[in-house]
């Protein structure tokens, strides 16, 4: 019997660790002063390499040349500031948000390609998309042993990923794994089931009254694709208030200029903070725009959830007067079904969980569950 993975105290679970000891000896803000940090865990190293994957808080690591960042998550790049000053790997998305956000010094940031091969320390490095959140990036290091090693990042695996070259013609000796949702009990809908069930929505609530609010809620990076979806369907402009239109800048979304807008009369879209989707804050809303909107419907778009008053699609609606809010099972990390599909196409000799590792029986856990899709 496995039991279910406690996924928010895990992937806190570093940082719960990292508080503690922050009691006992106060730890540097420094980047390379060592004072008070722990030490490396083994699976952030990539074997064969001196390469690191999001191990940014452990300041410099012996033996490690190159600190790779998979994605702009806090929980991938804690630690990283501006005083930061080895040599950092990433995509061009992650280095704008590096750079406008942490301040990181371009100096030591080298952007490399999506999809395309380049040498780093004697390896052949290539980035491919993970699916999860902008920027989002998985890598294969292949060595000039031949060993080739896939680290995923955050990953949501896809049928796309299939029909990749390098992963359908390459033999993965490691796979580094996002095993945030590694439990049969974790299932959600596609993306694209979920966008579908959006826009249909969406849709409705206009025919009925086009006076009415579109609230989507978002985290600093991740679930663009929900309001895109929309904008690009409707062929309408997205507003978001001007910080957030400086962090939605780095995402190289395509025609930007022309798709958001800092003015909100001029759209009915509206993109807010997640905590914002709420009752009471859209009435205040909606008040204070009272010449523009007459009704609202709010989306926040979550991972999988354990509330009761789901539909089988996992959606939950609640309505509140004129205002309708729609929590959507949005997920960017791959369900349980969606990560078993893709060890099994890529057939690694070794899989390494790289989420949820906190305790040796989690760890025992996932490697029967490994086993079980291997037999
Ligand atoms: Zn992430």
Not at 104 to 118: A, C, D, G, R
Not at 190 to 216: E, H, I, M, P, W
Not at 323 to 332: M, N, Q
Request: glycine share 4%; net charge positive.
């Amino acid at each position: 019997m496995v039991t279910k993975p406690s996924v928010s105290q895990s992937k806190n679970s570093s940082h719960n660790q990292e508080s503690k000891q922050s009691n006992k000896i106060r730890k540097s803000n420094k980047w390379n002063d060592p004072k008070g940090k722990r030490k490396c865990p083994f699976y952030k190293k990539i074997t064969g390499t001196t390469f690191c994957v999001d191990a940014f808080s452990y300041g410099p690591i012996s033996g490690i040349t190159a600190y790779f960042l998979s994605h702009f998550h806090s929980d991938h790049y804690y630690g990283l500031n501006k005083t930061f000053n080895a040599k950092l790997y990433c995509n061009k998305i992650t280095a704008n948000l590096v750079s406008r956000m942490l301040h990181v010094e371009k100096q030591y940031i080298t952007i490399l390609p999506m999809h395309q091969s380049v040498v780093v320390d004697d390896v052949e490095v290539t980035l491919l998309d993970a699916n999860h959140c902008p920027g989002s990036a998985m890598f294969v290091f292949r060595l000039r042993n031949g060993s080739v090693h896939l680290h995923t990042g955050d990953f949501r695996a896809s049928e796309e990923m299939e029909k990749l070259d390098i992963l359908k013609n390459s033999v993965i000796s490691e796979l580094y794994l996002d095993t945030t949702y590694c439990d049969p009990s974790y299932d959600f809908p596609s993306q694209k089931f979920v966008l579908d069930y959006v826009l249909a929505t969406v849709t409705d609530a206009l025919k009925c009254n086009k006076r009415c609010l579109v609230a989507c809620g978002t985290y600093t990076i991740g679930k663009e694709k929900v309001f895109l979806a929309i904008a690009r369907a409707l062929e309408c402009k997205v507003y978001a208030q001007k910080n957030k239109l400086g962090t939605l800048q780095c995402l190289e979304i395509e025609n930007f200029k022309t798709l958001f807008t800092s003015d909100p009369h001029s759209t009915f879209l509206h993109v807010l903070p997640i905590w914002s989707v709420s009752a009471k804050f859209l009435r205040n809303y909606l008040d204070q725009n009272a010449d523009q909107f007459d009704c609202a419907i709010g989306f926040k778009p979550t991972g999988w959830t354990h509330t009761n008053n789901v539909t089988a699609s996992g959606i939950v609606a609640r309505q509140y007067g004129s205002i309708s809010i729609y929590g959507v099972p949005y997920s960017e990390h791959s369900s349980y079904s969606e990560m078993r599909r893709f060890v099994q196409f890529t057939k690694p000799r070794k899989i390494i969980p790289t989420v949820n590792v906190g305790s040796p029986e989690k760890r025992r856990e996932m490697n029967m569950i490994f086993q079980q899709w291997r037999s």
